[in-house]
């Protein structure tokens, strides 16, 4: 599997010690799909193809008006924490990214 998926489901494990391996293994999937749009089984298809980091960067936006070949994400995260209230779950932490908002 690829390491992307190995961290969310490691860090699950430390915010939810009391969950088995069968509901780390599912909610660590349906995170892992609702941050790259597949699941865990078909980055690990594209990983063994060599083709996960090409994946990654089709969802990177591309500056055009630019000279140069850069890129932006189109967020960045740190320090995100799983947890679960009220069977409800959430990701906390801080996520950015680069368009202006209406403020």
Request: no cysteine; glycine share 8%; charged share 35%.
């Given at each position: 599997?690829?390491?992307?998926?190995?961290?969310?489901?490691?860090?699950?494990k430390?915010?939810?010690?009391?969950?088995?391996?069968?509901?780390?293994?599912?909610?660590?999937?349906?995170?892992?799909?609702?941050i790259?749009?597949?699941?865990?089984q078909?980055?690990?298809?594209?990983?063994?193809?060599?083709?996960?980091?090409?994946?990654?960067?089709?969802?990177?936006?591309?500056?055009?008006?630019?000279?140069?070949?850069?890129?932006?994400?189109?967020?960045?995260?740190?320090?995100?924490?799983?947890?679960?209230?009220?069977?409800?779950?959430?990701?906390?932490?801080?996520?950015?990214?680069?368009?202006?908002?209406?403020?």
């Amino acid at each position: 599997m690829p390491k992307e998926y190995s961290e969310i489901r490691d860090s699950l494990k430390k915010a939810h010690p009391d969950w088995d391996s069968s509901k780390l293994d599912e909610m660590a999937a349906r995170t892992f799909g609702s941050i790259f749009g597949t699941n865990p089984q078909h980055a690990h298809q594209l990983e063994s193809e060599g083709k996960w980091e090409a994946y990654k960067k089709s969802h990177v936006k591309h500056k055009t008006e630019s000279k140069e070949d850069e890129t932006e994400t189109l967020f960045s995260s740190s320090g995100l924490e799983f947890k679960e209230e009220g069977g409800e779950f959430y990701v906390e932490g801080f996520i950015s990214d680069p368009t202006l908002d209406l403020g």
